[in-house]
C-alpha cells in the first residue's frame, strides 16, 4: 500500500503571508498511464472536504488562484500564495494512483 | 449543481449491520466511479472503496474487505455501502464521493484521478 506523509501537522500562519504544505508518497505516483494522480482536499471546520487541486497541479473549478500545487515522483507541495480567513481548515493530499490513500492531514490555523 | 445526499446511519450494535444510501443528482451518475470515504471523530480522512460506472469494477480497503460492500443503482442515481459485522472502530462519518468520468476514456482527456464532489456525510455509531 502507498503511504502518504503530510509535513507539518500544524502550521500557524498570519493573515496574508504564504503557506506551504509538504506530501511525501512511499513509492512513485506515476501512473502507467502516464499522470500522476495527486490531489489535495481542503476540510473546513464541521464540512465536507473540498477539492482544492487535481493531478499535481491542476486547480479544480472554483478555486482561487493563491492555491498552487507543485512536486512530481514521490514529493508534492500545496502553495496558499496568500492565506485568507476563510483558509482555515485541514488540508489533505490524497493519491489515486493506485487504490487511494489520504495523508493525514495539515491543519492551518491563523497565528 | 452537483448534489450527493448521504442517508441511514445511526447507532449500531457491535456486531449489526447497517446499509447506507448516497442520493446523487444533477449530473449524470451512470457516468461516474463512486467511492465511500470515512472519517472517525477527530481523525484523518481513510478511504473505504469505489465501484466504477456500471459496477463491474470494485476496489475495496483492507479494514473493510469481507465486511463492507459497496453496490450501485443507475435507474435509481443512487450508491449504496451495506456494512456487516460492525465494530466500535467503525464508528465514523461516511462520506459518498463522485470519482472519476468514465466517459473520458479513450478520449485525450486524462480522469482528475480525484473525488470532486462530496457529500455531506453520515453518521455511524457503533456502540453497545
Known amino acids: 500500500d502507498i503511504v502518504m506523509t503530510q509535513t507539518p501537522l500544524s502550521s500557524p500562519v498570519t493573515l496574508g503571508q504564504p503557506a506551504s504544505i509538504s506530501c511525501r508518497s512511499s513509492?512513485?505516483?506515476?501512473?502507467?498511464?502516464?499522470?500522476?494522480?495527486l490531489s489535495w482536499l481542503q476540510q473546513r471546520p464541521g464540512q465536507p472536504p473540498r477539492l482544492l487541486i487535481y493531478r499535481i497541479s491542476n486547480r479544480f473549478s472554483g478555486v482561487p488562484d493563491r492555491f498552487s500545487g507543485s512536486g512530481a515522483g514521490t514529493d508534492f507541495t500545496l502553495k496558499i500564495s496568500r492565506v485568507e480567513a476563510e483558509d482555515v481548515g485541514v488540508y489533505y493530499c490524497?493519491?489515486?494512483?493506485?487504490?487511494?490513500?489520504f495523508g493525514g492531514g495539515t491543519k492551518v490555523e491563523i497565528k | 449543481q452537483v448534489q450527493l445526499v448521504e442517508s441511514g446511519g445511526g447507532l449500531v450494535k457491535p456486531g449489526g449491520s447497517l446499509r447506507l444510501s448516497c442520493a446523487a443528482s444533477r449530473f449524470t451518475f451512470s457516468d461516474y466511479y463512486m467511492g465511500w470515504i470515512r472519517q472517525a471523530p477527530g481523525k484523518g480522512l481513510e478511504w473505504l472503496t469505489y465501484?466504477?460506472?456500471?459496477?463491474?469494477?470494485?476496489y475495496y480497503a483492507d479494514s473493510v474487505k469481507g465486511r463492507f460492500t459497496i453496490s450501485r443503482d443507475n435507474a435509481e442515481n443512487s450508491l449504496f455501502l451495506q456494512m456487516n459485522s460492525l465494530r466500535a472502530e467503525d464508528t465514523a462519518v461516511y462520506y459518498c464521493a463522485r470519482g472519476d468520468d468514465a466517459t473520458v476514456a479513450g478520449t485525450k482527456r486524462a480522469p482528475l484521478g480525484a473525488f470532486d464532489m462530496w457529500g455531506q456525510g453520515t453518521m455511524v455509531t457503533v456502540s453497545s
Open positions: 465501484m466504477n460506472e456500471n459496477g463491474n469494477t470494485i
Open positions: 513509492q512513485s505516483l506515476v501512473h502507467s498511464d502516464g499522470n500522476t494522480y
Open positions: 490524497m493519491q489515486a494512483t493506485q487504490l487511494v490513500t
